[in-house]
C-alpha cells in the first residue's frame, strides 16, 4: 500500500483534485485507484464517472426514495437506516464508492430552496436522521459524504455569501447535526460548503475543519469540496481542505507546489491531504457488486413516503370507505412531483402515480387534471368542472402543490404561498363538496388559507417514485399516516424570526435571529403557527399515561431517562411518537422557551400498551460557553415536557442538575433577535462586518457583478454562449437553477469549471481592466486576457 510520503510532491499535489466530475485521480502504475463519487441523498444521480458535467438529467436509473424531508417526517430513524441501506446497496451495484449524502443544513427560513434536501429546522432530529442515514448507507460498505459544512442555509448567492453567525448559535444550532454525525456515525467524507462563515471561505477554513471538526470532533475522514467551491487552494490544503471538486485541471496545483517550495505551506500538510485521499482510495470496493433489487426498493420507498405523510387534519372523512366515490382532482394525479430539482435529482426506475394505485386499487373515481403543471396555472371554466364533479362524487380528492420551477437547488423561494389558482381550485371544491380531502406536493412549508374549510389534510411532501401509491394506502387507511412535521408551518413568512435578514446581501447574511429558529422562536414569542413543529395525526388513538424520571436530580455529564406508558385505544394498528422538549428555568443563559431533547416512535397493535423509554441526553442541557470554549451545564431547575407537538404538551416533570454553572459571561437576558447593530455586536463579540463590496473587483466577483463593465459583459456573454447557453434543451426548472448559478458564478468557479481553458493570468487580467487597470502595464497579464478573449470569443 503506498504512501502519500513516499510520493514526489507534484504527484501528491495532483492527488488533491478530482480527475473528472466525479472520480478522484488514480495512478494505476502505482496501484493507486480511484473511488468513484455520485449524488446523491434519496437514491443514486449516478453519471458516467469519467465524464466531466453536472448531467442532471440522464443519470443512470435507481430508486428515487422520498427526500430528507419526507424521511425527517417519519421520526423514524430505524426507517431512515433501512432506506440508506437501500442507497447504500444501489451504489454498489452501480459501482459507486461514495454517496454525496446526506444534506443536513438547518431550515432556517421556510423559503431556502434546497429545504426538501434536508431534514429539519431542529438540530437534534438533523444530526439524529443524518447519523442513521450514514449508518445505513456504509452498511452497505460504501461512504456517505455528509453536506454541506456549515452555514448552507440558503440558495441565493450560495458561492459568494459569508454567513455572519455568532457562536453560541454555530455551536447549538448549526453545528450541533454535523457533530452528531460525526462523532455517532463516522461519514467517510464531510462536503465543505460554498459559503463563508465568519470570514473565513468554508473551503478554507483552518477554525471549522481543523479546530472544530478534526480537533475537537475527532473527524479522521476526508474533506472535500462541494463543487468548485473553492477559491483559494493553498489555503485549503493549509485548512485540511484534502480534496477539490471536480477536477479543476491542475488550476492551482502549480500554486500549492510553489507555497511549498518557498516555505509558505509546510509540505506536511499537502501530505496529509494526500493521504486522507489514499485512504478513501483504499476503502472504496471498486468494482460495481449486484443488482438492485427493483421491486423491493420500490416498496420500500412506498412504504417510507406512508410513513412521511403528514396527517395535519382530519374530521373523519379519512380513511375513506372503499366503496365512496371519488372526484381525483389534479393534474398531480398523473404527474407527481416526487422530488426536487438540481443535483439531487434521480432518475427513477419506475413511478407509480395516484391515479395507477386508484386503479389497481378497482376504486370508483373520475380523474380532472384542471392546471398546468408547470404554472399552475387554471382556468376557471376547468375549476368550476372540477367542482361540478367534485359535487356529483361521495367525496373529493384534490392535489395540489408547488410547482417544480419554484423548488430547486440554485435559488430560494419568494413566498409561502401555492399558486393562485392552486388556492381557488379548493376553495371551489370544498365549496361544493364538503367531503374534500387536499394533498399536498411540496418540499417546504406553505399557506393553506383553506385549511379550516376542508375536510382533512394530508402533506405528503415529496414522495419520492412510489408517492402515488403512497398517497392512496394512506387514503385508504392500508398506512398510517405516520408523520409529524419536522418544521414549523408559519401563518405568515413574517412570523418566522430570521425573515428579516433572510437571504441578506449579496456577500453577507446575518443570523441575528441567533437560537432562535423555527419553534424555538414561535414558542419563546408565543407567535402562534399555522401547524407547529411535532404535529402530526393518525388514524389511530393514543393514550399516555404516568410519565416519570429515572430521577428528580442529575449531575454535569449525566443522561436522563424519561418513561410513559403509551396505549392504542383504537381499533386499528398506527404509530405515535413521542416527543421530550427541555424548559431551562435556571436563567443561567438565554434560552428559547423550549427545545427539543429527545423521541421516539413507537408502532402499536390495537388494544396495544407499552412503556417507552427515551434517553435525554446530558448535552440536551447544556450550552456552549463562547467565553470557555466548552459545553458547560447550568445548574437550577429544567422543565422535562412529555409532548405531542411543540405546541402540545402533555405533562412537564420537574428536575434540579447540578451543572456547577450558576453564573455566566453568556447574557442571560435581552433581546431573543438582535434587531439592532449594538445588540447584534454584543451577541458577535465584535463589531457587525462591512459587507466586501462590489468593487474593486476580484476573483470573488460573480458574472452578474463582471457585467457592471464592458470587458465584463463581453465576458459573460461570451462564456455563457460557451457553457450554459450551448447546453441545449433542458427541463423549465434545470434551466432556471443554471441561469441563476450562472449569474452568481464567481469568476474563480468559473476557471475551475473552464475545462482548463480559463486559468489564473486570464482571470486575474480580466480583473485588472474590469477594475480600469490599463492594458499596457500589464504585461503578460494583458496578453493572457486578449488570448482569452478572443479564444473563447472566437469559437
Ligand atoms: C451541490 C452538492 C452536490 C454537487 C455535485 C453541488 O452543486 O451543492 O450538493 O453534491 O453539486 O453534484
Redesign the pocket.
Known amino acids: 500500500m503506498v504512501s502519500a510520503s513516499d510520493l514526489p510532491l507534484e504527484q501528491q499535489v495532483a492527488l488533491l483534485s478530482g480527475a473528472t466530475f466525479w472520480r478522484t485521480e488514480s495512478f494505476p502504475d502505482q496501484g493507486i485507484p480511484s473511488a468513484v463519487l455520485s ?2 441523498p434519496h437514491g443514486l444521480r449516478a453519471q458516467n464517472p469519467d465524464l466531466n458535467s ?1 448531467g442532471l438529467s440522464d443519470s443512470r436509473p435507481a430508486t428515487c426514495f422520498p427526500p430528507a424531508v419526507t424521511m425527517a417526517t417519519t421520526w423514524d430513524e430505524e426507517l431512515v437506516e433501512v432506506v440508506g441501506r437501500a442507497v447504500g446497496v444501489e451504489a454498489r451495484a452501480l459501482g459507486v464508492d461514495v454517496v ?1 449524502g446526506p ?1 443536513l443544513n438547518i431550515k432556517r427560513h421556510p423559503c431556502g430552496g434546497r429545504n426538501f434536501e434536508y431534514y429539519s429546522e431542529d438540530p437534534l432530529l438533523s444530526g439524529r436522521f443524518a447519523a442513521a442515514a450514514v449508518r445505513g448507507i456504509q452498511s452497505a460498505g460504501v461512504g456517505a459524504c455528509v ?2 459544512f456549515a452555514v448552507n442555509n440558503q440558495e441565493s448567492h450560495r458561492m459568494v455569501v459569508d454567513a455572519v453567525v455568532d457562536e453560541r448559535t454555530l455551536r447549538e444550532i448549526y453545528l450541533a447535526g454535523f457533530e452528531h454525525v460525526v462523532t455517532e456515525a463516522q461519514p467517510w467524507a464531510v ?1 465543505a460548503a ?1 459559503n463563508s462563515v465568519n470570514g473565513e471561505p468554508a473551503t478554507a477554513s483552518p477554525r471549522l475543519l481543523r479546530e472544530i471538526l478534526r480537533e475537537t470532533w475527532g473527524f479522521e475522514g476526508l474533506v472535500m469540496s ?2 468548485s467551491a473553492v477559491g483559494d487552494r493553498v489555503a485549503g490544503v493549509a485548512a485540511g481542505m484534502d480534496l477539490e471538486m471536480p477536477s479543476s485541471r491542475g488550476l492551482s496545483d502549480d500554486d500549492v507546489v510553489a507555497a511549498v517550495r518557498q516555505g509558505r505551506l509546510p509540505e506536511a500538510a499537502v501530505t496529509a491531504c494526500a493521504q486522507r485521499v489514499l485512504d478513501l482510495a483504499a476503502r472504496a470496493p471498486g468494482e460495481a457488486a449486484g443488482s438492485i433489487p427493483v421491486d423491493v426498493h420500490d416498496a420500500l420507498a412506498r412504504r417510507a413516503a406512508a410513513a412521511g405523510t403528514v396527517l395535519l387534519t382530519n374530521d373523519g372523512t379519512l380513511p375513506l370507505n372503499p366503496t365512496a366515490s371519488v372526484a381525483l382532482i389534479g393534474a398531480m394525479a398523473e404527474h407527481p412531483r416526487f422530488q426536487g430539482g438540481g ?1 439531487s435529482q434521480v432518475n427513477p426506475t419506475r413511478v407509480t402515480t395516484a391515479l395507477a394505485a386508484l386503479e389497481s386499487r378497482g376504486a370508483t373515481f373520475t380523474h380532472h387534471p384542471v392546471y398546468d403543471l408547470q404554472t399552475g396555472e387554471a382556468g376557471r371554466a376547468e375549476i368550476a368542472a372540477a367542482a361540478d364533479a367534485a359535487r356529483a362524487a361521495d367525496v373529493a380528492v384534490v392535489l395540489v402543490g408547488l410547482p417544480p420551477v419554484v423548488e430547486s ?1 440554485g435559488f430560494d423561494r419568494a413566498d409561502l404561498a401555492l399558486p393562485p389558482q392552486h388556492d381557488a381550485l379548493v376553495t371551489a371544491v370544498a365549496a361544493a363538496n364538503p367531503r374534500t380531502v387536499v394533498a399536498l406536493s411540496n418540499g417546504s412549508p406553505v399557506t393553506l388559507p383553506w385549511a379550516d374549510d376542508v375536510a382533512a389534510v394530508l402533506e405528503c411532501y415529496l414522495g419520492g417514485q412510489a408517492s402515488g401509491g403512497a398517497l392512496v394506502d394512506v387514503l385508504y387507511g392500508d398506512a398510517d399516516p405516520g408523520g409529524r412535521l419536522a418544521e414549523t408551518f408559519p401563518r405568515a413568512r413574517a412570523d418566522v424570526a430570521a425573515d428579516p435578514f433572510f437571504p441578506g446581501r449579496p456577500h453577507q447574511v446575518e443570523h441575528r435571529e441567533g437560537l432562535f429558529v423555527g419553534y424555538r422562536h414561535h414558542v419563546t414569542a408565543e407567535v402562534q403557527p399555522a401547524f407547529a413543529f411535532g404535529h402530526g395525526l393518525s388514524y389511530a388513538a393514543f393514550d399516555w399515561s404516568d410519565p416519570r424520571l429515572s430521577t428528580d436530580a442529575i449531575a454535569a455529564g449525566q443522561d436522563l431517562e424519561l418513561t410513559v406508558t403509551v396505549n392504542n385505544v383504537a381499533r386499528r394498528a398506527g404509530s405515535d411518537v413521542v416527543q421530550v422538549y427541555l424548559a431551562d428555568r435556571t436563567g443561567v443563559v438565554l434560552r428559547p422557551a423550549r427545545t427539543l431533547a429527545a423521541f421516539a416512535k413507537v408502532h402499536l397493535d390495537p388494544g396495544e400498551s407499552r412503556d417507552v423509554t427515551v434517553v435525554v441526553p446530558a448535552r440536551a442541557f447544556q450550552f456552549f460557553d463562547v467565553a470557555q470554549q466548552r459545553w458547560q451545564t447550568p445548574t437550577g431547575e429544567f422543565g422535562v415536557e412529555v409532548a405531542r407537538s411543540s405546541v402540545d404538551v402533555v405533562a412537564t416533570l420537574p428536575v434540579t442538575v447540578n451543572g456547577g454553572v450558576s453564573t455566566s459571561s453568556e447574557p442571560a437576558d435581552g433581546p431573543a433577535v438582535a434587531a439592532s447593530d449594538a445588540d447584534f455586536e454584543r451577541r458577535l463579540g465584535r463589531p457587525v462586518p462591512t459587507p466586501r463590496p462590489v468593487r474593486p473587483f476580484s476573483r470573488d466577483s460573480t458574472m452578474s457583478e463582471i457585467a457592471q463593465t464592458r470587458v465584463g459583459a463581453a465576458f459573460r456573454s461570451t462564456l455563457w454562449r460557451l457553457g450554459p447557453g450551448r447546453a441545449g434543451e433542458a427541463d423549465p426548472t434545470t434551466q432556471e437553477a443554471v441561469t441563476r448559478a450562472f449569474e452568481e458564478l464567481p469568476l474563480r468557479a468559473a476557471a475551475a469549471l473552464s475545462g482548463g481553458r480559463l486559468r489564473w493570468p486570464a482571470v486575474d487580467a480580466l480583473v485588472d481592466l474590469a477594475n480600469g487597470r490599463p492594458l499596457q502595464l500589464l504585461g503578460g497579464a494583458a496578453r493572457g486576457a486578449n488570448g482569452l478573449l478572443r479564444r473563447w470569443g472566437g469559437r
Open positions: 449524488d446523491g453536472f454525496l444534506g453536506k454541506h462536503m460554498y462541494d463543487w443535483s437547488e
